[in-house]
């Protein structure tokens, strides 16, 4: 058994999924290994990514819970007895209740298309065309149950050019994305960062 296990949260496409899948595939996920996607959308690309890589996946409906602080007690059960380490949410598009951040308070992240504090929430790419900034980026933070609120971990600067679009932009990032998400992982995986309040410290 692995020494550190990951489990992915996605409900799209699923391309930072995959990064990480093949970065541990490559040995650079620092010895983690992704043991489990859990996605809310069956449908979803991200699942098929799964099943190609041999990853194993959980599906659920949220509609057919009467809360969702049911579904995730269930999903948490599920994390435990696959003894999960980290939870990496990787466009999962639901807010986490206390249920899931307080069972992996300081093991939950997630990655953000901007420089947080700025453009939390959705549409970060265009709330920061719409302000005409600069620079935009990336930013991975732990997960506290707010909206974005989390201790940043790491963050990456993207230019922003004059003629961007949402489209530019959003690839511009993503392609940073599919970088920085695997190396915090690995990082993470080594014992390289520590939560010190709202402070993270990262160990050479």
Known sequence: MSSYRVAVFASGEGTNFQSLVDAAARGELGGASIELLICDKPAAPAVARAEKAGIACHTFRPKEY???????RELVA?????????????GYMRLLSSVMVDAYAGK???????????FPGKDAVGQALAYGVKVSGVTVHFVDGG??????????????HDHATTDTLSAAIQSVERQLYPEVVGRLAQGKIHLDGRKVVSLL
């Open 108 to 118: 939950i992240i997630n990655i953000h298309p901007s420089l947080l504090p700025a």
């Open 147 to 160: 909206m974005d609120t989390g201790a940043i971990i790491a963050q990456r600067v993207v230019e922003v």
């Open 66 to 72: 009467a809360s969702r602080e049911d579904y995730e």
């Open 78 to 90: 599920l994390l435990k007895q696959k003894s999960i380490d980290l939870i990496v949410l990787a």
